[in-house]
């Protein structure tokens, strides 16, 4: 089992910032992937950055250059740093991790965690 406990969510202005973070735990062989998605009322979710075991990471055009996702070391723990916050920024966030364990190799997701951008 394993459980991604998402934290950091909340209401900012425009042009604010906020860091989300992820911890994942449980029977976790390896972690091959950490990333956050998003969904706004009335969208399909969608990938908002994702950071690769080894370091890579990938952003959405949207939050390119005002998002940096971090992390996944020994704390199995991933971080979004979000500046120059956007109302189009508004969406529910969720945590997602690739994770091999003993019985299981595959996707989990955190609850979600709400980012209000609103003046």
């Known amino acids: 089992q394993v459980q991604l406990v998402e934290s950091g969510g909340g209401l900012v202005q425009p042009g604010g910032s906020l860091r989300l973070s992820c911890a994942a735990s449980?029977?976790?062989?390896?972690?091959?992937?950490m990333g956050w998605y998003r969904q706004a009322p009335g969208k399909e979710r969608e990938l908002v950055a994702v950071i690769i075991s080894g370091g890579k990471t990938n952003y959405a055009d949207s939050v390119k250059g005002r998002f940096t996702i971090s992390g996944v070391n020994a704390k199995n723990t991933v971080y979004l740093q979000m500046n120059s916050l956007k109302p189009e920024d508004t969406a529910v966030y969720y945590c997602?991790?690739?994770?091999?364990?003993?019985?299981?190799?595959?996707?989990?997701w955190g609850q979600g965690t709400q980012v209000t951008v609103s003046s």
């Open positions: 997602n991790a690739v994770v091999a364990t003993a019985q299981y190799s595959g996707d989990y």
């Open positions: 449980g029977s976790i062989l390896s972690i091959n992937a």
